[in-house]
């Protein structure tokens, strides 16, 4: 017959995998809330225990107890076993290690132990405080794996391990974190809890304020502290105990002297060292790991004009100097995971001590009372003696001479037993008396256990004092300090630049860059990086500290920490903006850059194409949350055809307008409010039909040139055109011609020194940023190309002055149309 069974797959991996799911949850991974071990820990600890292996007797090789442990109680893998070992005799690991081993157990760099069958391993003294009385019956027990000898399912714990020693652990669907406390205040508080059952939280915290890391450190945060043990959930900071010293050279180092719990110190360094070695923060020289046999030592040398404390502050920040620890105390209670308070561990741990205590002194009466028993039969049995004695030769055998005496003078069968088995020296008057001590010895310890398992009170004060006897040998001192808050690290990123000479270059295509000034000097200005058709817009030095905005043809601002940019080559192209921008459109240029140290109070005046005007605040451009990825606006445009023509820092007083047709509006700046970097902005200029303007610039010199798109240029003296107010159409500065009228390419003040910034393209004829005197003797030469390839030259300050209204002299005879002016 068959005995395949069709089932859905489903309810079979459901159904398997539940069970293995409670297996590993109850059996593996978990502690127990009552004396805080998993179950291989307590394998381990009651095979080496069994076995003779204690802390007053010679170390054995770590593999037999492993063996021994695998053999009879935990039937996995001998490195899983022996890993556990490990840590138990870890001091970094455990608040009191639990197993003393000789041999290399590992180390806080995470260096791997040696192999077991070099080690060897004992239990520590501490360790027999939890198997205290294992041997009296005071824990259930259940049969091993092969149902060949019983193992305990809990020990009897004379102080609550899961709070001195923690633990840490993932199963299915649960992990714990507990961290390790220091045992004198464990006790303090358990004794308090026994005291007063009815305690909260916060009286407790009195005597348990938190955690005590074995590896020391600083623990910030008791509110979380309080809320941890009041739902076993919470997040408390770990930092570093961090001293700084003076040494030669007027330097200083950082020593590190405690670091965070489990954390790998190894990796800590390299991790120091990697911030020094990417410059993330200025002035670390070197970081030495200087641990020895006299305690852990990270030196993190200084250069000489180093902070220490924004050093400290960066690493504190970006390194795990200073680390987040999160509480997640969960625990098997009543063979059920539960995420647990610190008031429920410890109700839970006196309930299994009281069970404990009363399991041992139940034990210890019977054992008094059958010996109580045995010594009063033998008491009577000297007053009789020759009786007794005549009745034992009278009998055949032992079983006659024990039957003889139960019925002839009414012994237990006990204590006929003990009568007929009495040695002969035992009859001494001495050892009468040693009988009635001893009577008198078992009756009054008779009385103390039947208190102790009758009275509350009597039990509770000897749990306390055996709890004070563990606290006397065991006690430390805190490790670990506590402070209430958590000090919030504010790092100002300017702080973490290395200020550094270096050289900027923008395109006005968008390609962006710094040099070093070797690599500017070594190469000629005409070599920069770029593709052929584009142009330099802007060069300058600067400093790695501080800032370039970028402001676009489309009314965009663009920000870049200097220190941020690509350092290249001069010749090399750099980076385009697209490449992280994403919303830089194609039909995108740059029109002006500025380089600036801060945000502080500054206006510039920005004019558009279709005729709108507006000041804005420098402070509106302080860095947004996004800038790496994104430009944000500066003016908000009047129709797809629209684009700014102007932006100049808001300096001068009268600012001069020029339209497409051939009108020129002068006014005072006052007239021009300042609005939101969004803002659209007021009217400019009163523009007729498909008027625009054409340019804009200040007023700072006597006379300015406009140039036509027919190729006739003129120079005009700067008072023809009086100040008025914004918003009307200004003054013709061209006649108007029956056919083929003239428009105006460009136009700008005459005799301005052009800055770096105005290098090329029709744009920068009416964006010079500083004007001088038209008496200068400097030249300024404008270069025009037309469409029929002609280039043309013109001295601007050697023109001759024209009337406001005439059209001014042609370049040449056959240009039809200017397609270009720039200065040379």
């Known amino acids: 017959m068959s005995n395949i069974q069709k089932l859905p797959l489903e309810d079979i991996m459901g159904e398997r995998f539940g069970r293995y799911s409670k297996y590993i949850i109850q059996e593996r991974a ?359 004695v005549a009745t034992i030769r009278a009998s055949e055998n032992k079983a006659d001479a024990k039957e003889n005496i139960k019925v002839s003078f009414g012994f237990t069968e006990e204590q006929a037993e003990a009568i007929v088995t009495l040695q002969l020296y035992r009859l001494t008057n001495t050892d009468i008396v040693t009988l009635q001590n001893e009577q008198a010895e078992l009756e009054q310890k008779i009385l103390e256990l039947k208190a102790i398992i009758n009275d509350e009170r009597t039990l509770f004060n000897l749990m306390k004092r055996e709890l004070r006897e563990v606290k006397k040998k065991f006690a430390k001192p805190r490790r670990s300090e506590l402070q209430d808050e958590v000090q919030t690290i504010e790092i100002e990123a300017s702080e973490l630049i290395v200020a550094e000479d270096t050289v900027v270059s923008v395109t006005r295509a968008g390609y962006i860059k710094r040099t070093s000034p070797r690599s500017f000097a070594s190469s000629a200005l005409e070599e920069v990086g770029k593709r052929d058709d584009d142009e330099l817009l802007y060069y300058a030095p600067a400093k790695t500290t501080q800032h370039l905005l970028l402001f676009t043809n489309l009314g965009n601002v663009i920000y870049r920490p200097i220190h941020e940019l690509s350092d290249v080559r001069w010749k090399d192209i750099g980076e385009h903006l697209s490449q992280n921008l994403s919303n830089f459109a194609s039909n995108e240029t740059i029109i002006e850059a500025k380089i600036i140290d801060d945000f502080a109070e500054q206006n510039f005046t920005v004019v558009t194409k279709n005729g709108q005007i507006k000041q804005v605040d420098l402070a509106s451009f302080t860095p947004w949350r996004t800038y790496r990825s994104k430009s944000t606006a500066y003016a908000k445009l009047k129709g797809a055809d629209d684009e700014v023509i102007f932006f100049h820092s808001s300096e001068f007083a009268d600012l001069m307008l020029i339209s497409e047709s051939g009108y020129a509006l002068r006014f005072n700046l006052d007239d021009v409010p300042v609005l939101g970097a969004k803002a659209a902005g007021v009217k400019a200029m009163k523009l007729k039909g498909d008027d625009k303007i054409k340019a804009a610039f200040f007023v700072t010199t006597s006379s300015w040139y406009l140039l036509t798109q027919r190729g006739f240029i003129k120079r005009v003296k700067s008072e023809d055109i009086p100040a008025t107010s914004r918003a009307n159409r200004g003054l013709q500065v061209l006649r108007t011609l029956k056919a083929n009228n003239h428009t105006v390419f460009a136009a700008g003040l005459v005799n301005g020194n052009v800055d770096s910034a105005n290098l090329n393209s029709e744009f920068d004829l009416f964006t010079q940023s500083s004007m001088t005197d038209e008496n200068s003797k400097e030249e300024q030469i404008l270069e025009i190309s037309s469409d029929s390839g002609q280039l043309q030259t013109v001295n601007l300050t050697q023109l001759s002055l024209s009337e406001r209204t005439s059209n001014g002299r042609p370049l040449a005879e056959n240009i039809e149309k200017v397609i270009s002016a720039k200065m040379k």
Not at 264 to 288: Q, T
């Open 30 to 388: 978990l502690p127990d809330i009552r004396d805080g071990l998993k179950p291989v820990q307590r394998r381990i600890l009651y095979s080496m225990n069994k076995d003779g292996n204690t802390f007053d007797k010679a170390y054995r090789k770590s593999a037999k107890s492993v063996g021994n442990v695998m053999g009879n109680f935990h039937p996995h893998g001998d490195s899983s076993i022996y890993d556990a070992m490990i840590r138990m005799s870890q001091d970094w690991k455990m608040g009191e290690p639990l197993i003393e081993m000789h041999g290399n157990n590992g180390s806080m760099d995470g260096d791997p132990p040696a192999a077991m069958r070099y080690t060897e391993a004992r239990l520590s003294e501490i360790s027999g405080f939890l198997l205290q009385d294992i041997d009296k019956n005071t824990v259930s027990t259940a049969w091993n794996f092969d149902d060949t000898e019983k193992e305990p399912i809990v020990l009897p714990a004379a102080f609550p391990n899961l709070l001195v020693n923690g633990s840490t652990g993932i199963s299915a669907g649960y992990a714990t974190d507990i961290p390790p406390h220091n045992l004198g205040e464990v006790v303090d508080a358990t004794i308090h809890m026994i005291d007063h059952p009815k305690a909260d939280v916060e009286k407790i915290m009195e005597f348990l304020p938190g955690p005590d890391f074995p590896t020391g450190g600083i623990i910030q945060g008791k509110g979380e502290i309080r809320k941890a043990y009041h739902t076993g959930k919470g997040r408390i900071v770990v930092r570093s105990k961090v001293s700084v010293e003076s040494i030669k050279g007027g330097r200083e180092q950082l020593i590190v002297t405690e670091i965070p719990y489990e954390l790998n110190k190894a990796n800590l360094v390299k991790k120091i060292d990697d911030v020094r070695l990417s410059a993330k923060v200025p002035g670390i020289a070197e970081v030495r790991d200087e641990s020895d046999r006299e305690g852990l030592r990270i030196a993190i040398e200084l250069k000489k004009e180093a902070d220490s404390q924004l050093v400290l502050n960066y690493l504190f920040k970006n390194t795990d100097l200073q680390v987040n620890y999160n509480f997640n105390m969960v625990a098997i209670d009543k063979m059920t995971p539960v995420q647990t308070g610190i008031v429920q561990i410890l109700r839970a741990y006196i309930t299994h001590r009281e069970e404990v205590i009363v399991k041992r002194s139940q034990f210890d009466l019977s054992k008094a009372e059958k010996r109580l028993h045995l010594v009063e039969g033998l008491i009577r049995m000297v007053s009789i003696l020759d009786e007794v």
